[in-house]
């Protein structure tokens, strides 16, 4: 089947997996390479196929090999314990040597979705034992995975795309692991919080990784709240179907001229880097469909708590009223002055109470 390929991230788009496709096809080919070229498989290609039990498949060393650009590289042995592998965000030849060794050479591998690992496995023409390991993975398949570590073999972790653990699964397997005394090593690589960072234009000497923005406007409008008190970079991760709704909470909670920057679609084709103030991002996105993985990133300057004018704090109480509830209130004029939210939330209980009357 003819495969049409992504110049940059490097995926068919025949909607084929990868791993079955036919074998003779380069795996260049299969990747996607920009501007790779077509080669025929070396004749002399060692028998890559995986034996049934990973005990075994150590002892033959052979089958631990991958493929770059028709080069065949033989991955040293790996010692037991469980290796935590990064894995690109977007663009598949953004994994690194030593990643590749690892996944060659690995006993089994524990993935979050199979067949999304074994696109990349298909890619580099590495056979490999996997398993399942994700976020709903209960105490019986976490317990699989130490019992192999614990009876001598290497298993490497991966998630779908960047570094397992941030924001991925695998906190709990790592602290069994080490409760027992057992190896945990990491092999680093991609990660979207780095690349983020690095093509923002955002300051970097203090960052604050806040993970995923709270799904609901009450908890995201508390969380930004209580995010917007420190002097950082605010790093969240982000659907494309909520970023209106996020950015324009962000912008009224932390201030309509804080600079941010949307990134979107990290290492990929149509990667973009969006910067400007939050009010100017969220009037661009608002009722517009985004597509894509979304990086957020807001340049928090901080509110530290004060003797405010009260006066100035009715004022600002009351226009916030105008516009929403009590607690809406409390949440902006906190942000904005740094006082207590308590102690705003009963004043806005009074200036609404005396409207009323």
Same mark, same amino acid.
């Given at each position: 089947?003819?495969?049409?390929?992504?110049?940059?991230?490097? @995926?068919?788009?025949?909607?084929?997996?990868?791993?079955?496709?036919?074998?003779? @096809?380069?795996?260049?080919?299969?990747?996607?390479?920009?501007?790779?070229?077509?080669?025929?498989?070396?004749?002399?290609?060692?028998?890559? $196929? +995986?034996?049934?039990? +990973?005990?075994?498949?150590?002892?033959?060393? /052979?089958?631990? *090999?991958?493929? !770059? $650009?028709?080069?065949? !590289?033989?991955? +040293? &042995?790996? #010692?037991?314990?469980?290796?935590?592998?990064?894995?690109?965000?977007?663009?598949?030849? =953004?994994?690194?040597?030593?990643?590749?060794?690892?996944?060659?050479?690995?006993? $089994?591998?524990?993935?979050?979705? *199979?067949?999304?690992? @074994?696109?990349?496995?298909?890619?580099?023409?590495?056979?490999?034992?996997?398993?399942?390991?994700?976020?709903?993975?209960?105490? /019986?398949?976490? =317990?699989?995975?130490?019992?192999?570590?614990?009876?001598?073999?290497?298993?490497?972790?991966?998630?779908?795309?960047?570094?397992?653990?941030?924001?991925? +699964?695998?906190?709990?397997?790592?602290?069994?692991?080490?409760?027992?005394?057992?190896?945990?090593?990491?092999?680093?690589?991609?990660?979207?919080?780095?690349?983020?960072?690095?093509?923002?234009?955002?300051?970097?000497?203090?960052?604050?990784?806040?993970?995923?923005?709270?799904?609901?406007?009450?908890?995201?409008?508390? &969380?930004?709240?209580?995010?917007?008190?420190?002097?950082?970079?605010?790093?969240?991760?982000?659907?494309?179907?909520?970023?209106?709704?996020?950015?324009?909470?962000?912008?009224?909670?932390?201030?309509? %001229?804080?600079?941010?920057?949307?990134?979107?679609?990290? #290492? /990929?084709?149509?990667? #973009?880097?969006?910067?400007?103030?939050?009010?100017?991002?969220? %009037?661009?996105?608002?009722?517009?469909?985004? /597509?894509?993985?979304?990086?957020?990133?807001?340049?928090?300057?901080?509110?530290?708590?004060?003797?405010?004018?009260?006066?100035?704090?009715?004022?600002?109480?009351?226009?916030?009223?105008?516009?929403?509830?009590? @607690?809406?209130?409390?949440? &902006?004029?906190?942000?904005?002055?740094?006082?207590?939210?308590?102690?705003?939330? $009963?004043?806005?209980? %009074?200036?609404?109470?005396?409207?009323?009357?």
């Amino acid at each position: 089947m003819a495969v049409r390929r992504n110049p940059q991230d490097g @995926r068919g788009t025949s909607g084929q997996d990868p791993a079955e496709q036919t074998a003779s @096809r380069s795996p260049e080919r299969a990747g996607g390479q920009s501007g790779a070229q077509s080669h025929d498989r070396p004749s002399n290609r060692p028998s890559n $196929r +995986p034996s049934d039990r +990973p005990s075994d498949r150590r002892n033959d060393r /052979k089958s631990a *090999t991958y493929i !770059i $650009r028709s080069q065949i !590289i033989q991955a +040293p &042995q790996l #010692t037991p314990g469980l290796y935590i592998v990064a894995t690109p965000i977007g663009n598949l030849s =953004d994994i690194t040597i030593r990643a590749l060794d690892t996944l060659a050479a690995a006993d $089994r591998i524990a993935c979050e979705d *199979t067949r999304v690992t @074994r696109k990349l496995l298909a890619r580099y023409d590495i056979r490999a034992s996997l398993m399942s390991y994700h976020d709903y993975s209960d105490d /019986k398949e976490r =317990d699989r995975v130490v019992q192999a570590v614990e009876s001598g073999q290497a298993v490497a972790l991966v998630s779908d795309a960047g570094t397992p653990l941030i924001s991925d +699964p695998g906190y709990r397997l790592v602290e069994a692991l080490l409760q027992r005394g057992l190896p945990v090593v990491p092999v680093p690589g991609p990660s979207s919080l780095l690349a983020a960072l690095a093509g923002a234009g955002l300051p970097t000497d203090q960052v604050h990784f806040a993970g995923f923005a709270a799904s609901k406007a009450g908890a995201r409008r508390r &969380q930004f709240t209580d995010l917007a008190r420190s002097e950082t970079t605010l790093v969240l991760l982000e659907s494309p179907r909520r970023l209106p709704a996020c950015l324009a909470d962000a912008a009224e909670i932390f201030g309509g %001229e804080t600079m941010a920057c949307v990134c979107r679609e990290l #290492t /990929k084709l149509y990667e #973009t880097f969006d910067r400007g103030p939050l009010a100017e991002l969220a %009037e661009k996105y608002h009722g517009q469909p985004v /597509k894509g993985e979304i990086v957020l990133l807001i340049r928090s300057r901080g509110a530290q708590e004060r003797e405010a004018d009260p006066a100035a704090v009715d004022a600002l109480l009351e226009a916030a009223l105008a516009g929403g509830t009590v @607690r809406h209130a409390a949440d &902006q004029v906190a942000a904005q002055t740094g006082m207590k939210r308590r102690l705003l939330y $009963r004043r806005a209980l %009074e200036l609404r109470d005396k409207k009323e009357i």
